[in-house]
């Protein structure tokens, strides 16, 4: 089993930078490929990072891309997302997930096994 815990959230005007963290306990996360997603007030969670065993391969939403990075730090067994230029629709719960995986990038909700509680990121204009 692995327990994952999300911190960094909070409330940020428009343009402005978070750094959201999700610490992995009960087995290490050298073997997993991790994820964020996000799900706003009455919409579905929606798959925003991902990144690989090795850190070496990344891949993001649309939405997203050039303004969040994910990372990971498999001796701290965590995993970052760092999100820049936050707009308003950027607004969510964003969750950390994990699923053990060889692949290079994991984009599915259904194919992630470990789920976080999850972290709000309110972006105010």
């Known amino acids: 089993q692995v327990q994952l815990v999300e911190s960094g959230g909070g409330l940020v005007q428009a343009g402005g930078s978070l750094r959201l963290s999700c610490a992995a306990s009960?087995?290490?996360?050298?073997?997993?490929?991790m994820g964020w997603f996000r799900q706003a007030p009455g919409k579905e969670r929606e798959f925003v990072a991902t990144?690989?065993?090795?850190?070496?391969?990344?891949a993001y939403a649309g939405s997203v891309k050039g303004r969040f990075t994910i990372s990971r730090d498999n001796d701290k067994n965590t995993v970052y997302l760092q999100m820049i230029s936050l707009k308003p629709e950027d607004t969510a719960v964003y969750y950390c997930?994990?699923?053990?995986?060889?692949?290079?990038?994991?984009?599915?909700?259904?194919?992630?096994?470990?789920w976080g509680q999850g972290t709000q990121v309110t972006v105010s204009s």
């Open positions: 997930a994990a699923v053990e995986s060889r692949s290079y990038s994991v984009i599915s909700y259904g194919d992630y096994d470990y």
């Open positions: 009960g087995r290490t996360i050298n073997n997993y490929v």
């Open positions: 990144i690989n065993r090795s850190g070496l391969n990344t």
